[in-house]
């Protein structure tokens, strides 16, 4: 609708009563809705678009295109997209005329080729360890093993047994041997992968159950004699020489360690004489030394053997731990801590101890 068309009509209108300039109006600006005459009311309500987009311009702000020329960038840009796609589909294999402008980032990612570079790839090796057996079931007239691959390779090579009389039971690399009285058998193993293959075989034989049980039975009392032996307090001797600041510890009259220690200081000295170790104690704090210390073996009265000082706060003392080889300490006798530890752990209570110059 040209623009004085409307207002004439607008004049004409004011000339009505108010009531009925009211509903003129909303009909008019009906009409103009419907027929998109935006223009129109732009210059009839005063609008200044075209003055924003003006300084705008002026003030160097991008303003947003019009939605009729987006739609259009928007179509044309789709259009392009559907010619690529339909030129990639119509491409013939090995044509790269089409699809050489196209980046190749997911190909050439450098994560990808370093996790490539990461896998070395390793022909296939094997062990064949037997990990139980000789065992032995239904009233002792099967005897069984089992032996266990131990496989490597990358990648991780497939396992075959010439025989497995659990059926898979224990794994893949796992067999069962069963055997009969007086039977014997070579057990096989294959291993293989994309990089080669590799072999190996283990005997086994029937082992008669009473002739096993003999030998466990010697086996078992001779495990109990030295246990026995390693236990009797008679068996050791504890010698501490106060001139070297040495601990010797002796087992059957043959030396089995010998370890640097500080003895008593001039003012105070530890005891000359023979004792016997008559207990222990994990950790002690003393805080009349403001010390503790681990591994504590008694052998007289509030005299013991145990590891170099430690603070109230179970700190290291450096200092103290310096001394070791020199007198230093309250009478006691300081040992480094894996020193005390052996003692603590190893020498029975009872052990005779002898002191001396």
Same mark, same amino acid.
């Given at each position: 609708?040209?623009?004085?068309?409307?207002?004439?009509?607008?004049?004409?209108?004011?000339?009505?009563?108010?009531?009925?300039?009211?509903? *003129?109006?909303?009909?008019?600006?009906?009409?103009? *809705?419907?027929?998109?005459?935006?223009?129109?009311?732009?210059?009839?309500?005063?609008?200044?678009?075209?003055?924003?987009?003006?300084?705008?311009?002026?003030?160097?702000?991008?303003?947003?295109?019009?939605?009729?020329?987006?739609?259009?960038?928007?179509?044309?840009?789709?259009?392009?997209?559907?010619?690529?796609?339909?030129?990639?589909?119509?491409?013939?294999?090995?044509?790269?005329?089409?699809?050489?402008?196209?980046?190749?980032?997911?190909?050439?990612?450098?994560?990808?080729?370093?996790?490539?570079? !990461?896998?070395? =790839?390793?022909?296939?090796?094997?062990?064949?360890?037997?990990? /139980?057996?000789?065992?032995?079931?239904?009233?002792?007239?099967?005897?069984?093993?089992?032996? &266990?691959?131990?496989?490597?390779?990358?990648?991780?090579?497939?396992?075959?047994?010439?025989?497995?009389?659990?059926?898979?039971?224990?794994?893949?690399?796992?067999?069962?041997?069963? =055997?009969?009285?007086?039977?014997? *058998?070579?057990?096989?193993?294959?291993?293989?992968?994309?990089?080669?293959?590799?072999?190996?075989?283990?005997?086994?034989?029937?082992?008669?159950?009473?002739?096993?049980?003999?030998?466990?039975? /010697?086996?078992? !009392?001779?495990?109990?004699?030295? !246990?026995?032996?390693?236990?009797?307090?008679?068996?050791?001797?504890?010698?501490?020489?106060?001139?070297?600041?040495?601990?010797?510890?002796?087992?059957?009259?043959?030396?089995?360690?010998?370890?640097?220690?500080?003895?008593?200081?001039?003012?105070?000295?530890?005891? =000359?004489?023979?004792?016997?170790?008559?207990?222990?104690?994990?950790?002690?704090?003393?805080?009349?030394?403001?010390?503790?210390?681990?591994?504590?073996?008694?052998?007289?009265?509030?005299?013991?053997?145990?590891?170099?000082?430690?603070?109230?706060?179970?700190?290291?003392?450096?200092?103290?731990?310096?001394?070791?080889?020199?007198?230093?300490?309250?009478?006691?006798? &300081?040992?480094?801590?894996?020193?005390?530890?052996?003692?603590? /752990?190893?020498?029975?209570?009872?052990?005779?101890?002898?002191?001396?110059?």
């Amino acid at each position: 609708m040209p623009k004085n068309t409307l207002k004439k009509i607008i004049k004409q209108g004011q000339a009505l009563p108010a009531f009925l300039f009211n509903i *003129f109006s909303l009909f008019l600006i009906s009409a103009l *809705f419907f027929t998109g005459c935006s223009t129109a009311i732009a210059d009839v309500t005063g609008s200044k678009t075209e003055d924003t987009i003006y300084e705008n311009a002026q003030s160097g702000i991008k303003v947003n295109e019009s939605p009729a020329e987006e739609t259009a960038d928007i179509k044309e840009n789709h259009a392009e997209n559907s010619e690529s796609t339909a030129a990639e589909q119509n491409a013939k294999p090995g044509d790269e005329s089409v699809l050489q402008d196209k980046p190749t980032a997911v190909a050439d990612s450098p994560e990808i080729q370093e996790s490539s570079s !990461q896998i070395t =790839l390793q022909p296939p090796g094997l062990e064949l360890e037997i990990i /139980e057996g000789p065992q032995y079931a239904q009233d002792n007239n099967i005897c069984f093993y089992r032996i &266990r691959a131990n496989a490597w390779g990358q990648p991780y090579p497939q396992i075959i047994f010439n025989r497995d009389d659990s059926n898979g039971c224990w794994g893949e690399n796992i067999a069962q041997v069963n =055997l009969l009285k007086d039977e014997t *058998f070579t057990l096989i193993c294959d291993v293989s992968n994309s990089q080669g293959s590799a072999g190996s075989s283990i005997n086994v034989a029937w082992k008669d159950y009473s002739v096993q049980a003999t030998n466990d039975s /010697e086996q078992k !009392q001779q495990q109990a004699a030295e !246990q026995s032996a390693n236990d009797n307090p008679a068996n050791y001797l504890i010698d501490v020489n106060l001139a070297n600041q040495k601990v010797n510890v002796f087992y059957l009259e043959n030396l089995i360690k010998s370890m640097p220690c500080s003895g008593g200081k001039p003012e105070t000295p530890t005891p =000359l004489g023979t004792f016997k170790t008559n207990q222990k104690i994990y950790y002690a704090y003393v805080p009349k030394f403001a010390q503790g210390a681990y591994y504590w073996t008694r052998f007289y009265g509030s005299y013991l053997f145990h590891s170099v000082p430690y603070d109230e706060n179970k700190n290291l003392l450096t200092e103290e731990l310096a001394k070791i080889g020199t007198p230093a300490s309250h009478g006691c006798i &300081r040992l480094y801590l894996e020193d005390a530890k052996w003692m603590y /752990e190893t020498i029975p209570l009872g052990t005779e101890v002898q002191i001396h110059l």
